[in-house]
């Protein structure tokens, strides 16, 4: 990369929804600008939904160009900071996200500046677990995703275990390049630093599931790279009861889809059979604790930290709380999950 004359690099664009982030938004934008990326191919696009803390003084200072984000939403704010960015590459990445080193911007390109020939049209990084953060969380960052999703996907959740399933069209020392199929795909959504050529034109407002614009990516017949060297932090929740609000508005949202197109009930038709199976058998293999102990024994042999111990604790509470959920949509009872990323309870009359 350093043989590379700068005008030769890509343009790349960072696109960051935000609402009141203050408090993780410095860290992100930080390491966004401590990139040994020439720092002038490298634009930050904010799309604000009305932050009332200094979320826009903080993009002011780390020069993002920051526009408004009327539907306030993430999905909707990625799309509207799309349509303005100017980049060769755009890199979906939440203000909870840090990039893991200085060189991510340079690992994550390689393959586009190396494989002209070939159709690669996404970039998936490595997300990995906070440090010095809770043990949960780093928990939840081996998984990349919580235990009911890392459950009906299994390996195909976690990039680095992608080798279980998925055989590379390249590999090299620093990436991989698959080509995956609609009906058998990965976890990837466009979020936590996953990249794109701004040539693929994301789902449009009002749709509002990042995981069906990577299908529709595949679709296409885009290759992805996995760039393990690449690694994101994502600070996913901040203690239990943090994750208990963030999944029972998830819950209540695939329940009543108030904000349409969101969440796992609208990617049913690209499930496999298995994966379909997998979604009943949650909560009867979370409450046997058994198999998420087997489960975890697994996890401990991939990552060898004892937080992955949280697994048959997470799984129970997420079983107990579908069940909760779903019993009282089943009786009438219906609670609408409130403003994004909150659990309020305001009943349908």
């Not at 932050?51 to 993009?59: F, V």
């Not at 390049?177 to 936590?192: C, D, E, M, T, V």
Request: aromatic letters at 12%; glycine letters at 6%.
């Amino acid at each position: 990369m350093k043989n590379k004359v700068n005008k030769n690099l890509p343009k790349v664009s960072f696109i960051i929804p935000t609402l009141n982030a203050s408090v993780y938004l410095p860290s992100c934008l930080n390491a966004i600008r401590s990139q040994t990326y020439p720092q002038k191919k490298i634009e930050i696009v904010i799309a604000d939904g009305g932050s009332i803390d200094n979320t826009r003084e903080i993009a002011k200072k780390y020069k993002c160009r920051i526009i408004d984000n009327p539907e306030v939403l993430h999905e909707p704010g990625k799309a509207r900071a799309s349509d303005v960015a100017t980049g060769e590459i755009f890199f979906f990445t939440d203000a909870d996200n840090e990039l893991s080193s200085n060189h991510w911007v340079e690992d994550m390109v390689r393959p586009y500046i190396e494989n002209p020939e070939l159709n690669i049209q996404g970039f998936l990084a490595q997300t990995l677990p906070p440090p010095r953060w809770n043990s949960f969380d780093r928990y939840l960052g081996y998984l990349a995703t919580d235990p009911f999703t890392w459950f009906i996907y299994r390996w195909a959740s976690m990039p680095r275990t992608y080798g279980n399933m998925y055989k590379p069209l390249k590999k090299t020392a620093k990436y991989e390049i698959y080509k995956f199929s609609a009906i058998n795909h990965p976890l990837l959504g466009l979020s936590q630093g996953f990249g794109t050529v701004a040539t693929f034109k994301r789902e449009k407002l009002g749709h509002s599931d990042d995981i069906l614009s990577g299908i529709k990516l595949i679709q296409g017949g885009g290759l992805v790279a996995y760039v393990a060297s690449a690694g994101i932090y994502h600070y996913h929740v901040r203690n239990l009861k943090d994750f208990i609000k963030k999944y029972t508005w998830r819950i209540r949202n695939n329940l009543h889809q108030k904000i349409k197109g969101m969440g796992l009930v609208n990617r049913q038709h690209y499930l496999n059979r298995s994966r379909k199976i997998r979604q009943i058998l949650f909560p009867f293999y979370s409450l046997t604790i058994i198999f998420p102990l087997i489960d975890t024994m697994r996890l401990y042999i991939i990552y060898r930290d004892n937080v992955v111990f949280w697994h048959p604790i997470a799984c129970i509470i997420l079983s107990c709380l579908m069940i909760k959920e779903i019993f009282l949509f089943s009786i009438g009872i219906k609670i609408l999950p409130g403003g994004y990323g909150t659990a309020v309870n305001s009943k349908v009359k």
